[in-house]
Antibody
Framework: QITLKESGPALVKPTQTLTVTCSLS??????????VGWIRQPPGQALEWLAF???????RYSPSLRSRVTITRDTSKNQVVLTMTNMARKDTATYFC???????????WGQGTLVTVSS | SYVLTQTPSVSVAPGTTATISCEGD??????VHWYQRKTGQAPLLVVH???VRPSGIPPRFSGSNSGFTATLTINSVEAGDEAEYYC????????????FGGGTKLTVL
C-alpha cells in the first residue's frame, strides 16, 4: 500500500524559511517513471502547484515561486523535501505532497500539513 | 503561462447530472486530470488522461476533452459527491509545469 505523509512546522514567522518533508512508503522515490510534487491550498483558495521532482532528480518549479522554492530527494530515507524561503502571511496554507506515476496525474496524496505564517 | 478556467460553482439536485467544465487554450490537445477535494480530506484523483477512471472510482464519473473545453460529468449525483473539483494539466510550452484550474464547488441541493 502506497502512502505519503507530510511533516513540518505548524507555525513559522514572516521572513523565515519553511522546510516540509514528505515521507513515502510502499514505493521507492527512485522508482523509474515516478515523481513527487508539492501542492498547497491557502484557506478558501484553489490548489496551487509548487514543485516536482522526478525519479532521476529532474526538478520542475512553479514559474511564480521558482526563486523561493527548492525540492530535493533523500533516497536513503525515501523522502522528498520542500524548502520555501522568505515566508509571508500569504503563504499560510495546507501543504500537500503527491505521487505521480506513469499516468502523469497525481494518483496518491498525503493528508497535508497546515502551515500558518504569523509573528 | 497556461491558464485553466473553471466555473466557480455548480448546484444540482440529487439524482441529476452535474457537468463541470475546464477551459483552456486548445486544451483538447492536452491530457486533463480531475481531482475531488472534500473538506478535511486529501484530493482524490477521479479521472486521468481525459477519460480514464482510476480503480475504485464509480462509473458515474466520466470525462471528456475537445477543443477548448474539458468536462467532468457526474451522473446520478449523490450527496457524497459534494466537493470542490479541480482540473489539471501539464503545460509544456516552456519549462514543463503543472497547472491547476481555479476549482468548481459542487453543491448537492
Amino acid at each position: 500500500q502506497i502512502t505519503l505523509k507530510e511533516s513540518g512546522p505548524a507555525l513559522v514567522k514572516p521572513t523565515q524559511t519553511l522546510t516540509v518533508t514528505c515521507s513515502l512508503s510502499g514505493l521507492s522515490v527512485s522508482t523509474s517513471g515516478t515523481g513527487v510534487g508539492w501542492i498547497r491550498q491557502p484557506p478558501g483558495q484553489a490548489l496551487e502547484w509548487l514543485a516536482f521532482i522526478y525519479w532521476d532528480d529532474t526538478e520542475r518549479y512553479s514559474p511564480s515561486l521558482r526563486s523561493r522554492v527548492t525540492i530535493t530527494r533523500d533516497t536513503s530515507k525515501n523522502q522528498v523535501v520542500l524548502t520555501m524561503t522568505n515566508m509571508a502571511r500569504k503563504d499560510t496554507a495546507t501543504y500537500f505532497c503527491a505521487l505521480m506515476r506513469r499516468t502523469d496525474a497525481f494518483d496518491y496524496w498525503g493528508q497535508g500539513t497546515l502551515v500558518t505564517v504569523s509573528s | 503561462s497556461y491558464v485553466l478556467t473553471q466555473t466557480p460553482s455548480v448546484s444540482v439536485a440529487p439524482g441529476t447530472t452535474a457537468t463541470i467544465s475546464c477551459e483552456g487554450d486548445n486544451i483538447g490537445d492536452k491530457s486533463v486530470h480531475w481531482y475531488q477535494r472534500k473538506t478535511g480530506q486529501a484530493p482524490l484523483l477521479v479521472v486521468h488522461g481525459n477519460t480514464v477512471r482510476p480503480s475504485g472510482i464509480p462509473p458515474r464519473f466520466s470525462g471528456s476533452n475537445s477543443g477548448f473545453t474539458a468536462t467532468l460529468t457526474i451522473n446520478s449525483v449523490e450527496a457524497g459527491d459534494e466537493a470542490e473539483y479541480y482540473c489539471q494539466v501539464w503545460d509544456t510550452s516552456g519549462d514543463p509545469s503543472v497547472v491547476f484550474g481555479g476549482g468548481t464547488k459542487l453543491t448537492v441541493l
